[in-house]
């Protein structure tokens, strides 16, 4: 990562995952980006399909402006095909969508109809390709991922503690659980790389409790490690207080409120990482504006939990953290699943 100069093995990496993504010939492939997307891995989609034999086309669109308010950023949540019509309509002809826009496409307001017309979108998360070199999907990450998700599935009740006094308990009866391991060969399905991560969208009035967050633990909206303790008291969902005197809960606390909007303080999703390949240093390692934190969100035995909207409780809104909590102890159903942040 010293100069962006491409690298073979950048390429082969790219090529090995739309292997996995099983495209072949004759099928519509379209790599979709935009103006400020990572050009260095659209050139590298570009170069790997050439690779591979596979055609395809660009589909480019302008990154919107900025609008006033808090400042975006890392939430799933592309906004670059807002009134673009004639694109979206030429996604939902294609078999497959080479995501790489800045945001991606996972909660993008065009993202279900894309889906429903068969296409698959595999987004490549904005990140520098020694990232995702590094972090390429292997088959253990499918067997955890459909583990995780029917194990979350089949409970009825998620408790989070931790030695600093994390009591956080989550019903998660009719909760929307979703796995994602790196890749996606099914028709009408979305995948990221890099991958390793499961998440579950419970109903409204399912999340409750207190969630205290120490130096070393994440907060990947602002893609810093907390360096002092912020406690978070939730009732119903909502963030209802966030206690701290340290620079975090500052930042937290004016962030939240920025959007003037009650949802921004309600849980989005759930769930924890299981990727071991995934460095927790990660994010001392790179410039920002060269990683979108996904390897984050994917350390094996975070406790990810994150504010935002929350489409399956009705609940849209702009306001969006990811909050890793590392050394934590996840139960379902009293069987633990991470104990002290270790998988078991
Ligand atoms: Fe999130």
């Not at 962006?4 to 980006?33: G, P, Q, Y």
């Not at 975070?302 to 953290?321: I, K, V």
Request: with cysteine.
């Amino acid at each position: 990562m010293l100069t962006d100069r491409i690298e073979a093995r950048w390429i082969s990496a790219f090529a090995h995952v739309f292997e996995l993504c099983k495209m072949h010939s004759n099928e519509r492939i379209v790599i979709l980006s935009e103006s400020q997307s990572n050009e260095l891995n659209v050139h590298l989609a570009e170069l790997a399909l050439g690779q591979l034999g596979l055609s395809y086309y660009n589909i480019k669109v302008p990154t919107p402006a900025d609008v006033p308010g808090p400042v975006i950023r890392s939430t799933g949540a592309c906004t670059a095909l807002d009134n673009q019509p004639d694109a979206v309509a030429a996604l939902t002809q294609s078999d497959v969508v080479i995501d790489l826009t800045i945001e991606g496409l996972m909660h993008a307001a065009q993202t279900a109809a894309i889906l429903k017309s068969g296409a698959r979108i595999m987004n490549i998360s904005s990140e520098h390709p020694d990232v995702l070199c590094r972090l390429v999907p292997t088959d253990d990450l499918k067997d955890k991922a459909l583990d995780a998700v029917s194990r979350c599935r089949a409970t009825q009740k998620m408790h989070v503690s931790t030695s600093g006094g994390t009591d956080l308990t989550v019903n998660m009866n009719k909760a929307i659980t979703v796995g994602v391991w790196g890749w996606t060969d099914k028709p009408g399905t979305l995948a990221h790389w890099p991958g390793g991560i499961v998440v579950s969208f419970p109903q409204a009035k399912s999340v409750n409790g207190i969630l205290i967050y120490q130096p070393g633990d994440m907060n990947l909206t602002f893609k810093r490690y907390f360096d002092s303790t912020v406690k978070l008291v939730i009732k119903n969902d909502y963030v209802t207080d966030i206690i701290g005197t340290g620079t975090d809960a500052c930042l937290m606390r004016d962030y939240f409120a920025a959007f003037k909007d009650k949802h921004a303080y309600a849980t989005s999703h759930v769930g924890w990482g299981f990727n071991a390949a995934a460095r927790y240093e990660a994010l001392t390692m790179y410039n920002k504006e060269a990683i979108n934190g996904t390897e984050l969100r994917a350390v094996a035995g975070n406790f990810l939990y994150s504010t935002g909207a929350n489409e399956f409780a009705n609940r849209f809104t702009r306001g969006h953290f990811d909050l890793p909590l590392m050394s934590a102890n996840i139960a379902l159903d009293d069987t633990l699943v991470v104990d002290n942040g270790k998988l078991v």
